[in-house]
């Protein structure tokens, strides 16, 4: 009797072991300390999460490029395009009324764009594929006394004569809106009675001259006869003198 008991006692102990056993190992496998392996020999779930990323990432790209090609044909497209209007001014008789100008400048071909009433002058853009026969339109009519294209003024120059900063008269008249633009021709000899006139600095072209004290009428020690030669007759944009 005694003998059975210890038996039966051993085999209740290895059973004991073995199931022990059995949860350590799965639970080892929920685990994932066998490398993402599961007891089914099914790959883990990670595998899956990385294939769906790589799919999204291929589509986006795929979707941007058209978009991209679009854009820059879009603004090749537009640097080669050419203006489909020419500004003009005219100006019609004083006897025009506000609402014939219009009328005028519509039967011709033109638009308004602006109107200056007191001068009866009227800024219009004229369709560049018809610019010739517009404009011949309007100067065929009665009721027109000029028309003209309608120009930027180009920016005058500033001349590089180290002078030139303290020539404040020059601006008051006017000078310094033609010095650039206006190309004059021809030349004039002048004469000026004074102390003498020094071609020293180089800003001057001298012809003969006279002194009336016998001596060099080049010779200029006072500087007032040269200061008075210089405001007439220097060279401006010479980078010497005055302008």
Request: proline content about 6%; cysteine-free; hydrophobic content about 35%.
């Amino acid at each position: 009797m005694t003998e059975r008991l210890k038996k039966k006692a051993q085999t209740w102990h290895v059973r004991g072991t073995l199931g022990v056993a059995a949860v350590f190992v799965a639970g080892l496998f929920v685990s994932g300390a066998f490398g993402g392996i599961s007891p089914l020999g099914l790959s883990s779930t990670g595998a899956t999460d990385t294939g769906a990323s790589s799919i999204s990432s291929s589509d986006t790209s795929t979707t941007d490029t058209p978009s991209t090609t679009d854009t820059s044909s879009s603004s090749a497209a537009s640097t080669t395009s050419s203006p489909s209007s020419v500004p003009y001014i005219v100006t019609f008789s004083q006897e025009t009324t506000a609402s014939d100008q219009a009328d005028e400048i519509a039967a011709a071909g033109a638009t308004v764009v602006s109107t200056i009433a007191p001068l009866s002058m009227d800024s219009i853009d004229v369709p560049a594929d018809s610019e010739s026969d517009v404009v011949a339109a309007l100067q065929a009519n009665s009721n027109v006394a000029d028309v003209e294209r309608d120009r930027s003024r180009q920016t005058a120059g500033t001349p590089d004569d180290p002078g030139y900063p303290d020539q404040w008269n020059l601006p008051l008249v006017g000078w310094d809106q033609i010095y650039d633009p206006l190309n004059p021709l021809g030349s004039s000899t002048i004469a000026v009675l004074d102390t003498g006139v020094s071609d020293a600095a180089g800003d001057l072209n001298l012809g003969n001259g006279w002194s009336a004290f016998g001596n060099d009428p080049t010779n200029d020690p006072n500087g007032h006869g040269t200061a008075v030669a210089s405001i007439a007759a220097a060279t401006a944009g010479n980078g010497t003198g005055i302008a």
